[in-house]
């Protein structure tokens, strides 16, 4: 009988284990908002691995909902971020001790003053970037640039 109870007590437990990893945060999200016209994300391998994770691209860059609404592309999302502030920003949910268990991180973002690559450079995490752009913004002020 013991053993019984002990067995009902362990899927029990396994049951409410597996309800706590569906939480909302750990549920897939659908990035179909943003895809409507940046589509090349759909299938991009960062996007994709973090919206199986429950985190979509209002995560990084904000609701960005006067940028969804810009028909003529003049306002920047939210959040946007220049090359050496990437890796910063994926620290926030990926920290440095967890990185540094891996080699390849240990090498390439935190043996030198000066990363030599970028979570988003391709042959990393994917190449979170558009390929042809219609405009661009100073990251760091969100403005429009003129064209060159």
Request: hydrophobic share 35%; aromatic share 2%.
């Amino acid at each position: 009988m013991k053993r019984i109870a002990a067995i009902v007590v362990g899927l029990l437990l396994a049951a409410l284990g597996a309800c706590a990893l569906l939480t909302p945060a750990a549920r897939p999200v659908s990035n179909d908002r943003c895809h409507v016209c940046h589509i090349n994300y759909a299938d991009e391998k960062l996007a994709v691995t973090h919206a199986r994770h429950g985190v979509g691209c209002e995560r990084c860059h904000g609701p960005s909902n006067e940028h969804c609404a810009s028909e003529e592309h003049e306002i920047a999302p939210d959040r946007i971020y220049a090359a050496a502030a990437v890796n910063h920003a994926c620290m926030q949910c990926h920290p440095k001790d967890k990185l540094l268990a891996q080699e390849s991180h240990l090498l390439n973002l935190f043996a030198s003053p000066t990363p030599k690559k970028h979570c988003t450079d391709p042959g990393c995490h994917g190449t979170h970037r558009l390929e042809k752009r219609i405009v661009r913004w100073d990251k760091a002020t969100r403005k429009l640039l003129k064209p060159s």
